[in-house]
Nanobody, 128 residues
Framework: VQLQASGGGLVQPGGSLRLSCGAS????????MTWFRQASGNEREFVAA??????????YYSDSVKGRFTISRDNAKNTIYLQMNSLKPEDTGIYSC????????????????????WGQGTLVTVSS
């Protein structure tokens, strides 16, 4: 499976960006697709996830982005999106998408090592 992320760029504080992540294929009916980000000098951190498990869909956000970011998906395209509004300088970092072909439970879906496949990352810079 290959993941391709795009949509990063330079934006002023308060602005918006939309990231996309397409998967070459998803063969499992249960899966978790997630956005992580990593700022310079920091560890990779969880941003948002969509989990599909037993016909149910769950959406999860980190507290730092809740209310500002929205994760969504297009099943036909095996693609997830991250709409980022009201961006802040602290949102700056490399955003990467990840896929697990399992419906991960909440206690592990925020952990990078839980994922089998990763995209290459796209840089988001929030600066005036």
């Amino acid at each position: 499976v290959q993941l391709q992320a795009s949509g990063g760029g330079l934006v002023q504080p308060g602005g918006s960006l939309r990231l996309s992540c397409g998967a070459s294929r998803i063969t499992s009916s249960s899966y978790t697709m997630t956005w992580f980000r990593q700022a310079s000098g920091n560890e990779r951190e969880f941003v948002a996830a969509i989990r599909r498990n037993s016909g149910n869909t769950g959406i999860y956000y980190s507290d730092s982005v809740k209310g500002r970011f929205t994760i969504s998906r297009d099943n036909a395209k095996n693609t997830i999106y991250l709409q980022m509004n009201s961006l802040k300088p602290e949102d700056t970092g490399i955003y990467s998408c990840a896929l697990s072909e399992r419906g991960l439970i909440l206690s592990v879906l925020k952990t990078p090592r839980s994922y089998d496949y990763w995209g290459q990352g796209t840089l988001v810079t929030v600066s005036s």
